[in-house]
């Protein structure tokens, strides 16, 4: 059983309204829910001996909807706040710099793929068999994942997360997006 996180402290950060955060926290408690009405339906019909039904098959897929939206948002939440600014001496500042040319080329780079029409996300990977980095474009919540690889920093480009503030000026959401990155979390994420 999946029980929604608290991201109540993360009110009150600039450039995110309390009314975007609250109605966001509820999207993403939706996610939960449906996670763990799905689990449960999945395991019910399981033991019944049904899962060679169409509706179980539409449900397993299902669950991957739910499942990394629920995930994705605690990454995203988690990424947001209050942090010491990012170190230019440190190992994460460096990687960056290494994989995308400077610090200034991944941002661009992670501003151009999160401005890119569509709904979705935009993920900061890391793969940990090689150590690379790369910002990846994800459609819906499922689809588009770089297996196997270590998401490090996580923005939601899902209208729900920017018109409330920004209408369709997607651009002021990333920018406000960029100025509210926790470092902190980022730079654990890159570390493990």
């Given at each position: 059983m999946y029980t929604a996180r608290d991201y109540s402290a993360l009110t009150g950060i600039e450039g995110f309204s309390d009314t975007l955060l609250k109605n966001h926290f509820t999207l993403y408690q939706g996610y939960?829910?449906?996670?763990?009405?799905?689990?449960?339906?999945?395991?019910?019909?399981?033991?019944?001996?049904?899962?060679?039904?169409?509706?179980?098959?539409?449900?397993?897929?299902?669950f991957g909807f739910e499942f990394d939206g629920m995930?994705?948002?605690?990454?995203?939440?988690?990424?947001?706040?209050?942090?010491?600014?990012?170190?230019?001496?440190?190992?994460?500042?460096?990687?960056?710099?290494?994989?995308?040319?400077?610090?200034?080329?991944?941002?661009?780079?992670?501003?151009?793929?999160?401005?890119?029409?569509?709904?979705?996300?935009?993920i900061l990977y890391k793969d940990p068999q090689t150590g690379r980095l790369f910002n990846q474009w994800i459609n819906e919540h499922e689809a588009g994942h770089l297996a196997g690889a270590t998401p490090i920093l996580v923005i939601d480009v899902f209208e729900h997360a920017f018109l409330t503030d920004y209408g369709l000026k997607r651009a002021e959401y990333i920018a406000a997006f960029i100025k509210n990155i926790n470092w902190s979390e980022v730079e654990k994420r890159f570390l493990i």
């Open positions: 939960v829910n449906n996670t763990n009405k799905l689990a449960d339906t999945l395991k019910a019909m399981l033991a019944e001996g049904k899962t060679a039904t169409p509706e179980y098959a539409e449900l397993k897929r299902r995930r994705l948002h605690e990454y995203y939440f988690s990424n947001l706040g209050k942090s010491v600014p990012l170190s230019e001496t440190g190992k994460f500042y460096q990687a960056l710099a290494a994989e995308f040319g400077s610090y200034q080329l991944w941002e661009a780079d992670f501003k151009a793929t999160s401005a890119m029409r569509g709904i979705g996300w935009v």
